[in-house]
């Protein structure tokens, strides 16, 4: 029970050790060194990095579906669209302010609503992951894991976003504020027309922020190994005090 203890901490170990100051072949010299020089068992290097990113991912998810997960965040926030942004002035001018920070707010809410799906398909990819991807992430750059994620599952995110994305705007009322916006330039003089594809700019900018976080969690699960560990890690890494 020890030795299999051992093994697993360690497994963990190789994705929540820091980076910052190890090149990849530093840390494939550390790897050897706690085997005694000898490369790993494949299956727990495996192990181990699977169980961190899935920790990873889950809290990426986690805090991007909550409320103002998007909108309270201000590197992933969903921006006004570039077309909209040309009219804005305009708009607030002619008295339309509450209009526009609504649907501001209304398509950050859409996408709190859609992100809670994309922990299935991390997770999924993380089951598929094999030696070789891992050991890419060993020895990639600090954000190689947010790059094997992406390009996994951005096709399959972008699947499953799509209806959810459309339901939601629907239900937070994104379509409505828009078209009301919409019907408004339609009154302003020489005003451009907003001709805007919602589903596509907000199922995009929900999975760019997306990414960013889980590239942000990778980035805190390799610098900050007492960050990122669960109950069961808690008490692995405890038994090797004993």
């Given at each position: 029970m020890r030795y299999r203890r051992g093994i697993l901490a360690f497994a963990v170990f190789l994705?929540?050790?820091?980076?910052?100051?190890?090149?990849g072949a530093d840390l494939l010299d550390s790897v050897k060194g706690f085997f005694g020089g000898a490369e790993p068992p494949e299956s727990?290097?495996?192990?181990?990095?699977?169980?961190a990113l899935e920790v990873g991912t889950k809290n990426a998810v986690e805090k991007v579906s909550k409320p103002d997960g998007y909108f309270g965040d201000p590197n992933i926030r969903i921006p006004l669209p570039g077309a909209v942004r040309k009219v804005?002035?305009?708009?607030?001018?002619?008295?339309?302010?509450?209009q526009v920070d609504a649907f501001l707010l209304s398509?950050?809410?859409a996408a709190e609503k859609a992100a809670p799906q994309a922990k299935a398909l991390f997770w999924g990819a993380v089951k598929e992951m094999s030696f070789d991807d891992a050991r890419k992430i060993l020895k990639g750059r600090d954000n190689e894991a947010t790059l094997y994620f992406k390009d996994k599952t951005w096709d399959p995110l972008d699947r499953a976003f799509r209806p959810i994305v459309?339901?939601?705007m629907s239900t937070v009322g994104v379509t409505r504020s828009y078209q009301d916006l919409e019907a408004k330039v339609k009154t302003i003089p020489f005003a451009d027309r907003?001709?805007?594809n919602l589903d596509e700019y907000v199922t995009r900018k929900a999975m760019d922020g997306l990414f960013i976080m889980v590239g942000?969690?990778?980035?805190?699960?390799r610098q900050d190994?007492?960050?990122?560990?669960t109950g069961l890690l808690k008490e692995v890494f405890g038994s090797q005090g004993r």
């Amino acid at each position: 029970m020890r030795y299999r203890r051992g093994i697993l901490a360690f497994a963990v170990f190789l994705f929540l050790m820091p980076l910052s100051a190890a090149s990849g072949a530093d840390l494939l010299d550390s790897v050897k060194g706690f085997f005694g020089g000898a490369e790993p068992p494949e299956s727990k290097v495996v192990q181990g990095l699977k169980q961190a990113l899935e920790v990873g991912t889950k809290n990426a998810v986690e805090k991007v579906s909550k409320p103002d997960g998007y909108f309270g965040d201000p590197n992933i926030r969903i921006p006004l669209p570039g077309a909209v942004r040309k009219v804005e002035s305009l708009l607030r001018g002619v008295g339309y302010g509450s209009q526009v920070d609504a649907f501001l707010l209304s398509m950050n809410r859409a996408a709190e609503k859609a992100a809670p799906q994309a922990k299935a398909l991390f997770w999924g990819a993380v089951k598929e992951m094999s030696f070789d991807d891992a050991r890419k992430i060993l020895k990639g750059r600090d954000n190689e894991a947010t790059l094997y994620f992406k390009d996994k599952t951005w096709d399959p995110l972008d699947r499953a976003f799509r209806p959810i994305v459309r339901e939601a705007m629907s239900t937070v009322g994104v379509t409505r504020s828009y078209q009301d916006l919409e019907a408004k330039v339609k009154t302003i003089p020489f005003a451009d027309r907003l001709n805007l594809n919602l589903d596509e700019y907000v199922t995009r900018k929900a999975m760019d922020g997306l990414f960013i976080m889980v590239g942000e969690e990778e980035r805190r699960i390799r610098q900050d190994p007492a960050a990122r560990v669960t109950g069961l890690l808690k008490e692995v890494f405890g038994s090797q005090g004993r």
